[in-house]
């Protein structure tokens, strides 16, 4: 089973702050990822699949990049709705969630 | 625009066996694959299940192989998940989701229903 972990497990920051999380595979998944953003008690929701590729509707301060085994999802400038848990997911073999990272505010 | 409404959710002993089910509408149920995701209480999420759009493939967590089983009745738009030999790890809030295909990743998800396994 390919194995996804996620860092860091919390990140505190600022509204405006530049935010990575960073999201490892234990083998090489290709371009074969997704990252989801989910706030307490709602579903999680699709921002990014196939590692860089945006979803519509979502805000263009998200963005993904990696291939093989290492990937990040950036925030470029981060507002007050982005405050949430994030997670990523591999979809090369049979489907796994990294841990999750929660972005909370500083 | 997409829906997906869990239910079935409820309070069960350990042993038990329960059923959920997914009222999918907006879009041609029986093009896509459809999956179970659960999120245990404070937890991260854990895929399940899969089902391919034909129902002919279907795909089982380790943790729940031989005890859950996934299907779907494209004609009624209805995607179920049977759960059997229920223990307290199975309790979480169990989401269903659309998938584009077989193998991929999810687009769409439900509001999930809880499962909650006590005695």
């Known amino acids: 089973d390919i194995q996804m972990t996620q860092s860091p497990s919390t990140l505190s920051a600022s509204v405006g702050d530049r935010v990575t999380i960073t999201c490892r595979a234990s083998d090489s998944i290709s371009t074969w990822l997704a990252w989801y953003q989910q706030k307490p008690g709602k579903a999680p929701k699709l921002l990014i699949q196939?590692?860089?590729s945006l979803e519509s509707r979502v805000p263009s301060r998200f963005s993904g990049s990696g291939s093989g085994t290492e990937f990040t999802l950036t925030i470029s400038s981060l507002q007050p709705d982005d405050f949430a848990t994030y997670y990523c997911?591999?979809?090369?073999?049979?489907?796994?969630f990294g841990q999750g990272t929660k972005v909370e505010i500083k | 625009d997409v829906h997906l409404v869990e239910s079935g959710g409820n309070l069960i002993q350990p042993g038990g066996s329960l059923r959920l089910s997914c009222a999918a509408s907006?879009?041609?149920?029986?093009?896509?694959?459809m999956s179970w995701v659960r999120q245990a209480p404070g937890k991260g999420l854990e895929w399940v299940s899969t089902i391919s759009d034909s129902g002919f493939s279907t795909f089982h967590a380790d943790s729940v192989k031989g005890r859950f089983t996934i299907s779907r009745h494209n004609s009624k738009n209805t995607l179920y998940l049977q759960m059997s030999s229920l223990s307290a790890e199975d309790t979480a809030v169990y989401y269903c989701?659309?998938?584009?295909?077989?193998?991929?990743?999810?687009?769409?998800w439900g509001q999930g229903t809880l499962v909650t396994v006590s005695s």
């Open positions: 997911q591999q979809y090369n073999s049979y489907w796994m």
């Open positions: 907006g879009f041609p149920f029986s093009n896509y694959a």
């Open positions: 196939k590692a860089s």
């Open positions: 989701a659309k998938g584009m295909t077989a193998l991929s990743y999810f687009d769409y």
